[in-house]
Every structure is written in C-alpha cells, then in structure tokens.
C-alpha cells in the first residue's frame, strides 16, 4: 500500500526501558509529524521534520524523547527510560510540504505502547 | 493558552442532520481543519477551511467564523458508518503546519 505504516503496532515494556517506534511515511511527502493519542482524547503534538530544516521539537514533553528522520523519509521517536504516563497510541503522519494540499495530513495506524 | 473547545457526545438517527461545533482560542490562526477517526483507526481528513465560509463536501460540509473563533462541521443524511470521533484542528503558524487538535466530539448514529 501507499499509506504511512508504522512499526510495532503494539509494544508492552517495563518501566525504565527504552522503545524505538518507526514510521515510514508516504513517499514523496517532505514533512513528517508525530503525536500522541490518550484513551479518549485528542492528539498531542510533539515534533514536525519538514524536508531538510531543523525540525519543530516544541511538542516533546522531556528530554527522554527524541527523534531522527534519515534520507528525509523513515522517522523514528525514541523514548528513553520509559514511564507509565508515556502509555498512549503514538501516531506518525506525513504531508505534502508546500501548497494547498499541504493541510491534509496523512496518518498512520499508530503504535499501541503500553508501560508497565 | 491554547484550546479548542467542542462537545464530547452528540447523538442523532439514521438520515438526519447534526452539527458539531468548535471554538478555538490560539496564539495564531492560519485554518481549521476536520478528522474522523472510527475506533481504533487513524484519523483521516475531512476538510479545511482557511477562510470564512461554508466548505462542502458530499454529505459534509465545514464552516468557519475566523470574527468569533468558531468552526462547525455538518453531517447530512447521517449512516450509521459516521459513527465515530470527530476532531476540530487549528493550524497555528504558516510555516509549522503541525496542528493543535480539540479532545474530538463521539458520534453515535442510533438507527
């Protein structure tokens, strides 16, 4: 398919450990976002890449939140030391960088993470 | 600070009509713009609306008052298929086109 996949789907792990989520967005699309989604709440944001400009990292909630986006496609967020409170379905989106068309957004199925 | 304001339920039938509001309050306002988003599935986009004014599409159709902060989203001849979330979204900067969403308004279509 041409949709934004992501990698795991779901992902338990223990408090204190590292997780690496992956997204692969739609080809061709130059800007990348990730948010997060609590049960029955809206979406978090917490970092934008567009093409090769620093990226927007204002929306992460600490320093144990990272992310890279290589070659201007995959991206992966990495959260270190997770807690509890990182539980949430974290979602990737990509979008055309420039033009009208740019307001859509396009996103992926999330990564279930659960913290024990 | 920041926030979108929009109702957490709203219930109509088969075949109606409902409207679901959003008022935002932003440090800046460049479009707001529409999700859905079914249980357990990714959101996908509905519309957006830049400037003031009715937008339709098909059976959906999105207004926004940039005067009075507000936005709503209108469902015509609802199937049981809207069922689902739907979210308000403001785009607050013209370069960064991450978005700030509302907390999303459930849909439930009784038949």
């Known amino acids: 398919g041409a949709g934004v996949s992501q990698s795991p789907s779901n992902k338990v792990t223990e408090k204190g450990k590292d997780v690496e989520l992956r997204c692969d967005p739609i080809?061709?699309?130059?800007?990348l976002y990730w948010y997060r989604q609590s049960l029955g709440q809206g979406l978090e944001f917490l970092i934008y890449f567009q093409g090769n400009s620093a990226p927007d990292k204002s929306g992460l909630p600490s320093d144990r939140f990272s992310a890279e986006r290589t070659g201007g496609s995959v991206s992966t967020l990495t959260i270190q030391r997770t807690q509890q409170e990182d539980s949430a379905v974290y979602l990737c989106?990509?979008?055309?960088?420039?033009?009208?068309?740019?307001?859509?957004?396009?996103f992926g199925p999330g990564t279930r993470l659960t913290v024990l | 600070g920041q926030s979108l304001e929009q109702p957490s339920e709203v219930t109509a039938v088969e075949g109606a009509i409902v409207q679901i509001n959003c008022t935002y309050q932003t440090s800046g306002f460049y479009g707001l713009s529409w999700y859905q988003q079914h249980d357990g599935g990714a959101p996908t986009f509905l519309s957006y609306?830049?400037?003031?004014g009715l937008e339709e599409t098909g059976r959906f159709s999105s207004f926004l008052s940039r005067s009075d902060s507000y936005g709503y989203l209108l469902l015509q001849e609802l199937q049981m298929k809207d069922s689902a979330s739907y979210f308000c979204?403001?785009?607050?900067?013209?370069?960064?086109?991450?978005?700030?969403f509302g907390s999303g308004t459930r849909l439930q279509v009784q038949p």
């Open positions: 080809s061709g699309h130059t800007a």
């Open positions: 989106a990509s979008s055309i960088g420039q033009g009208a068309s740019s307001n859509e957004q396009f």
């Open positions: 979204a403001v785009r607050e900067d013209t370069g960064r086109r991450a978005l700030t």
């Open positions: 609306n830049a400037l003031d």
